[in-house]
């Protein structure tokens, strides 16, 4: 009887350990299932920041070369800028000299016009003026 009451003793205790340890287990397999779910959330923001680096670093290679064309377009509006002042330089040169020998051609004509008329119509001629001779000149 006591080897029987043992055992039964024992029963009850296997039992009591097989229930804790069935509860122990649900507990591991819900942290399990916990950390599995953290694992797979992890993976998941991993991916997106993943993507969204490779994006971003699209979108730099696109700026990158966006820029570099507008430098290159820039150089050339640069380029063509100075070309145009230099051609407007020559341009205002030409200009200048047309316009003083247009001076000194319309003084030669009235200077011309003058002279016929002191000899074909001595009433609009007009006398030159006499010019003094400075100190300087006197003495030459």
Known sequence: EKVIKMCDDMVAVLKEEQQDDDTKKEYCMAQF???DDTKKS?????????NAIATAKEAIATLADQIAALEKGIMDLDKSVAEATE????????????????TAAKE???FAKNRLNKFYNPKLHKAAP???????GRIE
């Open 33 to 35: 299932d916990q950390a």
């Open 42 to 50: 992890l993976e998941r923001k991993a991916a997106d920041h993943e």
């Open 87 to 102: 051609q407007r330089k020559e341009e205002n040169e030409e200009f200048k000299d047309l316009v003083a020998s247009d």
């Open 108 to 110: 030669v004509l009235l």
């Open 130 to 136: 006499k010019r003094e001779l400075t100190e300087e």
